[in-house]
C-alpha cells in the first residue's frame, strides 16, 4: 500500500524502529509500527491506497514475508501517538517498511500498521478528479506521526513516539537531506535504508521532527 509521503515512510520508520530498538537490552523479536496519517491525500496516493485496500495483507513472520491470517488481518492495535488525542484503533497494512525494517533491524516479526485522521482516505467518488496534492496550507495543518513498540525476547516492550510534519512535506525535504549527503560522499554500496546509510537519527534532520520514548 502506497500512503501520503510514501517515500519518506520509509525514513521515518526505519529511523524510529532504530531508535527504539536501540533500547531493547535483551535481543528484541517483534516490532509492531504504526503511521499516524493526517490531512488530505493526493491523487495517486487515493487511486494507489483504494487498490491496495482488498489486497492481502502481508507481515515478517520468523523472517519471512508471509499473508496474515484472516483473523489476524482483521485484528486491530490501540495505540497512543502523544498528540493529544489519547489511544486510538489502528488497522493492519501492507507497508513497504515491512521489508525495509527486516533490513536495518534484522528484529524477525515485523506487523505495520495505520491510522488515518479525518479525511485522510477518500472514499466514493472520482479520485481521478483529486488535485495533485495538499496545499502547504493543508500540509502545515496536518502533521504526521508514528509510534512503536518493540517486544524484547523475555517479553517486556519499550514504546517511542515520532512527531514530524505532514508527508508530503517530509519526503521533499528528506529526500534533499539525503541527496546532499550522498553528494558529500555519504554512501554504502547495494541496497540501502535511509537509517542504514546516515543513522537512526537522520529523521531530525527535518524540522519539527523528534522522537519521545516512553
Do not use: W
Not at 7 to 32: F, W
Not at 55 to 68: F, I, N, T
Amino acid at each position: 500500500m502506497l500512503l501520503p509521503g510514501c517515500g519518506g515512510s520509509v525514513a521515518m520508520l526505519g529511523c524510529l524502529a532504530g531508535h527504539t530498538v536501540s533500547r531493547v537490552s535483551e535481543k528484541p523479536s517483534r516490532i509492531d509500527i504504526a503511521l499516524y496519517v493526517a490531512g488530505s491525500m493526493s491523487r495517486g496516493s487515493a487511486i494507489s491506497a483504494s487498490e491496495n485496500l482488498t489486497a492481502e495483507c502481508l507481515q515478517v513472520v520468523d523472517g519471512e514475508l508471509v499473508p496474515q491470517e484472516e483473523e489476524e488481518a482483521s485484528s486491530t492495535l490501540q495505540l497512543d501517538f502523544d498528540n493529544g488525542a489519547g489511544p486510538v484503533t489502528n488497522y493492519p497494512v501492507t507497508l513497504p517498511d515491512l521489508i525495509t525494517l527486516r533490513r536495518s533491524t534484522a528484529v524477525p516479526n515485523i506487523r505495520t500498521f495505520v491510522h488515518a485522521a479525518g479525511d485522510a482516505f477518500p472514499s466514493g467518488g472520482n479520485l481521478a478528479a483529486l488535485p495533485d496534492g495538499p496545499t502547504a496550507e493543508q500540509r502545515d495543518a496536518a502533521p504526521y506521526h508514528a509510534a512503536v513498540l518493540v517486544t524484547a525476547a523475555d517479553g517486556s516492550v519499550k514504546r517511542s513516539v515520532l512527531h514530524t510534519v505532514n508527508g508530503y512535506t517530509f519526503t521533499g525535504k528528506a529526500s534533499a537531506e539525503a541527496a546532499g549527503k550522498v553528494l558529500a560522499g555519504v554512501v554504502r554500496a547495494g541496497f540501502q535504508t535511509p537509517a542504514e546509510v546516515f543513522g537512526r537519527r537522520f529523521v531530525e534532520v527535518v524540522e519539527g521532527s523528534n522522537v519521545v520514548d516512553f
